[in-house]
């Protein structure tokens, strides 16, 4: 059974910072390219950041800079860094794992960033 557990979500003042994990299981994790989206209430999924299977990331222009990407094949997790958080960064994040047809999402975790 595969699964994608978000962790380290959270209500954080405005220029905080959140590290957000991935924890997978189910899967030869290694193989996968990972992908961070966040929703937002009444807006469409976007894609936040990603990391390849051998470890080349992008990012949305709204966060270059401010978020880090990164993998540990060995933990079968993947992080998501959110420094210098903005109002506007409130979301639910998801973690998704993708390798070829095969698509698996976690279930979210909250991210609000509020004084």
């Known amino acids: 059974q595969v699964q994608l557990v978000e962790s380290g979500g959270g209500l954080v003042q405005p220029g905080g910072s959140l590290r957000l994990s991935c924890a997978a299981s189910?899967?030869?994790?290694?193989?996968?390219?990972v992908g961070w989206y966040r929703q937002a209430p009444g807006k469409q999924r976007e894609l936040v950041a990603a990391?390849?299977?051998?470890?080349?990331?992008n990012y949305a222009d709204s966060v270059k800079g401010r978020f880090t990407i990164s993998r540990d094949n060995a933990k079968n997790t993947a992080y998501l860094q959110l420094n210098s958080l903005k109002p506007e960064d409130t979301a639910v994040y998801y973690c998704?794992?993708?390798?070829?047809?095969?698509?698996?999402w976690g279930q979210g975790t909250q991210v609000s960033v509020s004084s």
């Open positions: 998704n794992a993708r390798y070829y047809i095969y698509n698996h």
């Open positions: 189910g899967i030869i994790f290694s193989s996968y390219a």
């Open positions: 990391i390849t299977s051998n470890g080349s990331t």
